[in-house]
């Protein structure tokens, strides 16, 4: 009878143990939903008032039954007879893509040296790359201005791409080590008995497994290229401007254009929207390579 009774009595209680797992699962996915939310709203309303008048979008409080316009667009792009747009993304497109290829170009090997081949004391040599990034930016602007100035290289895009690629070189390393670590050794040994040298191993061994961490690291430098704006505002002038540069234009004495400024912010953010959209699937695999054992 005794058995009879706890067999029963835990019988009873499977129902709600199975039903508190689900109901903290449904809690946690309204607050990700929420969350998410959140953070969406200020884009949409970016993207809303883009398309009224700047009349409209002027309003206090905003008036969300207002007509919808191109002129954003319009005189973003210089219709109405305004500085056009496409020389300063060209410029940030040349700046963001080559210092992204010179920083995986320099980070494979180093990373390769730190994990797969790992050099003594490499967590020293991991956080001497990342303690170069604990220098504020501001500190390093006067004495990069002067040095700009006095070799010719002030307004030129390459000055910027060498820049570039020094401020991600560090993160990158970091991040493609943990990545590469998880690359099998067996298969590096098995190519190296094949005769395959060090620069066909890290083409055509170590690059297609670490693929997703490789893509993960080039979106994040890619980002961080496409929205610096200190160095771009202080060391370029007309040839060289980037995007954000050309986008802070927009706020001028006679006022804050706020829809012009919308549709420039919208615009100049496709091209990383757009490149995390079409490496999203390996972004997750990299951001979450070696988590799970």
Known sequence: MAATAVKTATTEKTPEVKARPRA???????VAWLAGLLFFLPIAWMVLTSFHSEEDAATNPPSLAASLTLDGYRDFFGSGGGASPWPSLINSTVASLASTLLVLVLALPAAYALSIRPVKKWTDVLFFFLSTKMLPVVAGLLPIYLFAKNTDFLDNIWLLVILYTSMNLPIAVWMMQSFLA??????????????????TILARVVAPIALPGIAATSLICFIFSWNELLFARVLTGVVAQTAPVFLTGFITSQGLFLAKVCAASLVISLPVLA?????QDKLVQGLSLGAVK
Do not use: C, M, T, Y
């Open 182 to 199: 998880e690359v099998p050794k067996a298969v590096i040994e098995a190519a190296q008995i094949d005769g395959a040298r060090l620069p």
């Open 275 to 279: 490149a995390g959209f079409a490496a």
């Open 24 to 30: 903290r699962g449904a809690s946690l996915g309204l």
